[in-house]
């Protein structure tokens, strides 16, 4: 029985010698320590030795068994880290080789403007309003004093959906929502779409604007025309200036209309100011007093000033987009051109 033993043992060392691979060390595994292997095999034949002579057998089969399967684990340790090492040297990356690119997303123009003037008014203390697209008359005409049969209705060609529900025309239907939630002192940006019957090269039937509204003791057109010189400059660079010029809204008195200096000529005079050196950019004002009241706010205690800015008219004047189709066509070879 010894003798087996230490053939087994031998033969078992002679077989492990030529393990190399996965497989290899599987097969060995299967023919030495598997339930059906030769060394559980061994334990079996026990029952055939003297009695006398079994518990050195026995012992030395125990013996055996633990080291065949030490030298298995020893192997396995050896096989998985040859490999790795293969696998390695074969996957080596040739760093000389051109990149593989992807093309990357951007933002929309319209987005990346947003974003700017939300960024410039966000530093004075704007806080962001979104109000409904779906308005009722009251809203968007009435409380902003202008009342039905009013001429200044006909500025806007309005989307009816029935008698009282329209489409926004304009965001400053997000003075009346915002000063019948909040109490002086507010100081609000609405952002949004609005719609108009109106379609050419520079107007869309859906096109974007961006409210603002301040209400608060003492505010008056100083502080409109020092809040969009920040705006201005944060936009257009810090050179230009703003200058306000008399105009007419229902729903600010006095109303004007904001230029800035031409930041393509410096004033000097050129096509894109149509040669004035100035630039009109948005209209805005003084907040109506019956606006106010409207809004059950006291106009003996508070003032406000307004404004409006047309995103589109914006994004054309910074990026010299002459058709504000192109912003809706989704026309990559357009929008690719606004990376930041
Ligand atoms: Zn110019």
Redesign the pocket.
Known sequence: MQAIIDELARQAEADLAQVTSKETLASFWQKYLSKNGQVPALMKNLRTVDAAERPAMGKAINELKQKVQADYDAAAVRVNQAELAARNAAETVDITLPAKTRPTGGLHPLTLVRNQIIDAFAGMGFEIYEGPEIEDDDHCFTRLNVPKDHPARDMQDTFYLSDELLLRTQTSTGQIRTMDAERPPIKVLVPGRVFRSDSDATHSPMFHQMEGLVVDKGINLCDLQGMLDVFVQKLFGSEVRTRLRPSYFPFTEPSVEVDVS?F??HGK??S??KHT?WIEILGGGVVNQKVLRNCNIDPEVYSGIAFGIGIERIAMLKYGINNIGLMFENDLRFLGQFHE
């Open positions: 031409c393509e000529c005079g050129c894109l100011c050196g």
